[in-house]
T-cell receptor
Framework: TAGITQAPTSQILAAGRSMTLRCTQD?????MYWYRQDLGLGLRLIHY???????GKGEVPDGYSVSRANTDDFPLTLASAVPSQTSVYFC????????????FGEGSRLTVL | QKEVEQDPGPLSVPEGAIVSLNCTYS??????FMWYRQYSRKGPELLMY????GNKEDGRFTAQVDKSSKYISLFIRDSQPSDSATYLC??????????????FGKGTKLSVIP
């Protein structure tokens, strides 16, 4: 079972350019999440979706947008990348929003120059 | 004071040692406690979870929760080199209106030396 698939695995991006990180799950989970992980700061929630068609803001949403057109896909878009968005991005899912049992993807390592 | 405090380490132990990893928290509303393991350049994976105070055992791993002291621990017995990873504690609280807050510790990096 694939679980959570993220793409790309890594990317170098020029500041000011846009980028979409893709996330697909095959577990039919209702809830999905995007986190960024930075040294010394840990995992921080960017955006989440309780179910298809709904999204919400997490702890650090500025500069990012998401959409949830269907159950399986939850792309994260950086409209105009800045160097402070250099990070490792993890997509995760859970059966429902009210559980702490998250399943994570392998991560997308993004460098903004 | 941050809601969840976790010593980042690094922690280095010899193979076979008993490892103790700890987190403290300040939010009394946390009711659901988890430990995630993250190998280098991989995503976190859920290791153990518990709702209540006391101990929960799973093989070589024991999760301990003390709600009165706001302290949780993960013990690893007979540690193996394959246990070398970063361990993140996580806690969940109901934040009202059908929303839940999940807060992660920053992680403790563990190395088990053969």
């Amino acid at each position: 079972t694939a679980g959570i698939t993220q793409a790309p695995t890594s990317q170098i991006l020029a500041a000011g350019r846009s980028m979409t990180l893709r996330c697909t799950q095959d577990m039919r989970h209702n809830a999905m999440y995007w986190y960024r992980q930075d040294l010394g700061l840990g995992l921080r929630l960017i955006h989440y979706s309780n179910t298809a068609g709904t999204t919400g803001k997490g702890e650090v949403p500025d500069g990012y947008s998401v959409s949830r057109a269907n159950t399986d896909d939850f792309p994260l878009t950086l409209a105009s990348a800045v160097p402070s968005q250099t990070s490792v991005y993890f997509c995760a899912s859970s059966v429902t929003r009210d559980t702490g049992e998250l399943f994570f993807g392998e991560g997308s390592r993004l460098t903004v120059l | 004071q941050k809601e969840v405090e976790q010593d980042p380490g690094p922690l280095s132990v010899p193979e076979g040692a008993i490892v103790s990893l700890n987190c403290t928290y300040s939010n009394s509303a946390f009711q659901y406690f988890m430990w995630y393991r993250q190998y280098s350049r991989k995503g976190p994976e859920l290791l153990m979870y518990t709702y209540s105070s006391g101990n929960k055992e799973d093989g070589r791993f024991t999760a301990q929760v003390d709600k009165s002291s706001k302290y949780i621990s993960l013990f690893i017995r007979d540690s193996q080199p394959s246990d070398s990873a970063t361990y993140l504690c996580a806690m969940r609280a109901y934040s009202g209106a059908g929303s839940y807050q999940l807060t992660f510790g920053k992680g403790t990096k563990l190395s088990v030396i053969p």
